[in-house]
């Protein structure tokens, strides 16, 4: 397995306002070249449970039971756990740690459920690509390479662009001027981008129509994407992606 959670339970605490608990007794293996779709109604904990593996909780989010044990590509092997006493990472500093350690991005992409949140606004397009190519690459062949995966990428999700002089015009928008659709692209490009082994999209099609969605779904497996987790309210797209389903129940996984 790469990820292994174990017996996994959570707490919201926002701020001026009563706890919630998320998440609850959760204990799931993850392997290599597994596809995992999580299924349910809304409110029913989908996003906070892939934020939680995926180290991108809110800052009010406490992990009070349980352990993440991780086995990624690159880097020793370690788990993440809620007892302060344990000799692992605690919870509460895995964003420093996936941050020194390069995690993010590289070892592990997240497309968030609301694509808007992720951009800058005074940013175009390519700006954003920049940015990411900015802080993962150390070498021309690792710039090369990202380049090369870039386009490929984005000539794969925005067929309509089908000239050099068009997609040039298209990375100098900004997303003031997109629509939501392709808000939802760009943010699958951008978790593209860093080839991670690990990909989590959370409602990634939900601003798309049923047969933009179906041929979004299908050019991910022309780029051959490694998704690891999707999380999706239909079980009907979910069983185009995955090989295993998990369904969750209000507040209750």
Not at 167 to 173: A, N, S, T
Request: glycine share 6%; hydrophobic share 35%.
């Amino acid at each position: 397995s790469m990820i292994k959670i174990k017996n996994i339970s959570g707490r919201l605490t926002p701020p001026n306002a009563s706890p919630v608990f998320v998440c609850e007794n959760n204990d799931i293996h993850i392997k290599k070249d597994e596809y995992i779709a999580i299924v349910g109604e809304s409110g029913s904990g989908k996003s906070q449970f892939v934020k939680t593996l995926s180290g991108l909780n809110e800052d009010y989010y406490e992990l009070t039971q349980g352990s993440i044990e991780y086995i990624l590509n690159d880097t020793e092997s370690f788990s993440v756990t809620s007892n302060s006493g344990s000799n692992d990472i605690n919870y509460s500093s895995i964003k420093k740690y996936f941050l020194k350690n390069n995690i993010y991005g590289r070892n592990i992409g997240m497309m968030f459920q609301n694509p808007s949140t992720c951009f800058n606004p005074f940013w175009t397009v390519g700006q954003h690509f920049d940015e990411i190519k900015r802080i993962s690459e150390n070498t021309e062949v690792e710039s090369d390479k990202h380049e090369k995966f870039k386009n490929k990428t984005l000539q794969t999700l925005f067929r309509e662009n089908n000239t050099a002089e068009a997609m040039e015009e298209f990375l100098l928008r900004k997303p003031k001027s997109l629509s939501g659709g392709q808000k939802q692209r760009i943010a699958i490009a951008r978790a593209l981008y860093g080839q991670p082994e690990v990909l989590v999209l959370d409602e990634a099609t939900s601003a798309l129509d049923s047969l933009t969605e179906k041929k979004i779904i299908e050019e991910l497996n022309q780029l051959k994407v490694n998704i690891k987790l999707i999380t999706d309210g239909d079980v009907a797209g979910a069983l185009l992606v995955s090989n295993s389903l998990i369904f969750v129940s209000l507040f209750i996984l």
